[in-house]
């Protein structure tokens, strides 16, 4: 039992490398490439800290050279997954009392690893693995994923320290307990760092933890394992599984020990998994936690008073980095027409000048899309697109998946604002543009709030502060993180807590206190000095 109040490091986020050429990280992260897409790699199921090999097999090929095999992974069986809930829930019984500066220690530990010596294995394998280039695996898969655990922690600390007012006859504390059970991670390909971040943060206030990795995230998720057990988080924590979605999830919905989901995915898919949880709740001991991050039909609006350069630029990064393939990326964008020309030259100049390959090669700044589900689906919409006299294709256009999956970066502009890709999310490199009469701000600001579903993220481009003011409270429910004057993509942990509301999720914003406060329950301890020994009241006195 630790005696003391302990100081954890001030959280700082991690510096973003350069990766310039001649620079030593650059080197670093190629060599690291070249090793793994040079060599083939098996990763079995993590279970009661042992690898657990199933025999049955899928094969890890990077999206931009889908025919090369660089490893596999083992599916798992329903009995591996009952072996996963078993082991969490039996490790639970020290993991929970364990001192909470010891788990500190351990991911603050898995913060400096990832920093230091693993940086350019997490980076090079998110590169190969999830196509990102250079630039957007360090600002995720590096940076991002230290900021989680250095924050975290100190986001602990600090909801530790929040106790109630006491008195000089009883002193009031609160303990925040793990949750009574197991808890379920459900992760995405697009984020290490989400990745990392969804386990382990449930981890650290002494949860245990299934996880269920997206099958395009499999070869970073085993480094992130990997950093996980020589941090020194104990076996049985931390289990992860593979294989077939709805068998894991119909068996750990199905135990009555199941105390929370931490999903990140498609809406549909959280939706179907709450509706399960909802037709199971008289199974459970307890009332289950349930967060999620999902969809985002994400927006730019300019209002005339912006400057066109910089609007073609928020549109140019938010729109196509890593491919369209954030959740807060700018699918659809609103321009004045006062001001569409020159934002169209310069956007048009931007995608242009665009290179297109594996990240392997540091001159391309886009890759290709995850898999071949993604570019079927982004394909047709395109097809869809050219065929329409609604829409007009203005850059782009093409597609070509004989080598790898890759989409031109797609700009589209329609004559209307409800047009499907307006509406829709596609989670690709297609951005769809409608060009708004200048006095009609007002009725296009109620048009970016009721065009979508979802809430997450979208900016406003503008020099007026009565523009940007009516902006903001006109598009208070349309954006959890809304962004004024730059682009809707990029929170960073600790200055830009994420999350949105609507068909975008429950808005618990990751990177936040308020995140970790759905992983534990308070408990209440009253300790009164001198016990009373008269059960009347002064009122009963004659």
Same mark, same amino acid.
């Given at each position: 039992?630790g005696k ?5 490091p001030?959280a700082v986020n991690e ?6 050429p001649?620079?030593p990280e650059?080197?670093?992260?190629l &060599?690291?490439?070249k ?10 199921l993590?279970?009661?800290g ?8 899928k094969?890890?090929s990077?999206?931009h $050279?889908?025919?090369?095999?660089v490893?596999s992974?083992?599916l ?7 072996d996963?809930?078993a082991?969490?829930l ?7 009392k364990?001192?909470w500066e010891?788990r500190?220690g351990i991911f /603050?530990?898995?913060?400096e ?12 394998a998110t590169? @190969?693995g999830q196509?990102k ?6 600002i995720d898969?590096?940076c991002e994923l230290?900021?989680?655990l250095?924050?975290n922690?100190?986001? @602990?600390?600090d909801?530790y ?7 000089s006859?009883a ?7 793990p ?5 379920y991670a ?13 386990p382990s943060c ?7 933890v299934v996880?269920?990795p997206?099958?395009s995230q499999?070869y970073?998720a085993?480094?992130?394992m990997?950093?996980?057990e020589?941090a020194?988080?104990?076996?049985g ?8 979605? &709805?068998?894991i999830?119909?068996t ?7 105390s929370?989901?931490?999903?990140t ?7 179907e /998994?709450?509706k399960?949880? +909802? ?5 459970y001991k ?8 999902t969809g ?5 609006i ?6 066109p ?11 196509f ?8 990326a700018?699918s ?6 006062s001001?569409? +020309? ?5 956007l048009?100049e931007?995608v242009?000048?665009?290179?297109i390959?594996s990240?392997?090669? @540091?001159?391309?700044f886009i890759?290709a ?12 919409y395109?097809d869809?697109?050219k ?5 007009e294709?203005?850059?782009g ?5 004989s080598?790898?999956?890759f ?6 502009v ?5 047009y499907t ?5 596609l989670?690709?490199p297609?951005?769809t ?6 006095d009609?701000y007002?009725?296009?600001l109620?048009?970016v709030?009721?065009?979508? $579903?979802?809430?997450?993220t979208?900016?406003i ?5 009565y523009?940007i003011?009516e902006?903001?409270?006109a598009l208070?429910?349309?954006a959890?993180?809304?962004?004024i004057? $730059?682009?809707?993509?990029?929170a960073?942990? +600790?200055?830009?807590?994420?999350g +949105?509301?609507r ?11 308020q995140? /970790?406060?759905?992983w534990v329950?308070?408990r209440?301890?009253?300790e ?11 009122f009963?006195?004659?």
């Open positions: 039992m003391g109040f302990f100081n954890v001030i510096p973003v490398k350069s990766y310039a001649g620079t650059r080197t670093a992260v &060599e690291a490439y090793t793994m897409y040079n060599s083939k790699i098996e990763i079995p993590y279970i009661n042992k690898y657990v090999s199933t025999g049955n097999t094969p890890i990077p999206p $050279d889908h025919q090369h095999i490893g992974y083992h798992a069986e329903k009995h591996h997954v009952e996963a809930i082991t969490a039996e490790a639970r019984k020290k993991w929970s364990i001192p010891q500190a /603050l530990k898995a913060a690893l990832v920093a230091g010596p693993y940086r350019a294995k997490i980076n090079a590169m @190969m196509s280039n250079i630039h957007q695996a360090e898969s590096a230290v900021d989680f250095r924050f922690v100190q986001y @602990m600390t909801i320290m929040e106790q109630p007012e006491s008195t006859d002193w009031n504390r609160v303990e925040y307990r949750l009574e059970g197991f808890t459900v992760t995405p390909f697009n984020f290490t760092a989400i990745a990392g971040n969804l449930m981890a650290l206030m002494g949860n245990v996880w269920k997206s099958d499999v970073s085993k480094v992130i990997d950093i996980f020589e020194g988080v104990p076996p924590v931390i289990n992860v599984v593979f294989g077939d979605p &709805e068998m999830s119909n750990v919905l199905s135990s009555p020990d199941f929370g989901l931490h999903f995915g498609s809406t549909f898919v959280f939706k /998994l709450w399960q949880i +909802g037709n199971n709740i008289h199974n307890t009332y289950p936690r349930i967060v999620g991050e985002g039909k994400d927006f730019i300019a209002h005339n008073s912006a400057v350069k910089q609007v073609s630029t928020a549109l140019s990064r938010g729109a980095e890593f491919q369209g393939q954030k959740c807060s700018a659809r964008a609103y321009i004045p027409k001001i569409w +020309g020159d934002v169209k030259k310069y048009l931007d242009k000048s665009f290179k390959g990240p392997e090669d @540091m001159d391309n890759t899309v995850i898999h071949e589900g993604s570019f079927d689906k982004l394909a047709k395109i869809a697109a065929n329409d006299n609604e829409a294709i203005i850059a256009g093409n597609y070509d998946k080598k790898g999956y989409v031109e970066p797609t700009v589209i329609t004559q209307d604002p409800k890709t307006m509406c829709t999310e989670f690709g297609v951005l543009i409608y060009v708004y009469e200048d009609a007002a009725e296009t109620k048009l709030d009721e065009t979508s $579903d979802y809430g997450l979208g900016a481009l503008s020099t007026d502060r523009a003011t902006a903001t409270d208070q429910n349309s959890g993180n809304f962004y004057n $730059d682009k809707c993509t990029g960073v942990v +600790g200055q830009q807590p994420f +949105g509301a068909a975008s999720g429950t808005n618990d914003k990751a990177g936040s206190a995140n /970790l406060m759905r329950s308070p209440l301890i009253k009164t000095f001198v016990t009373p020994t008269d059960y009347r009241y002064p009963l006195g004659e």
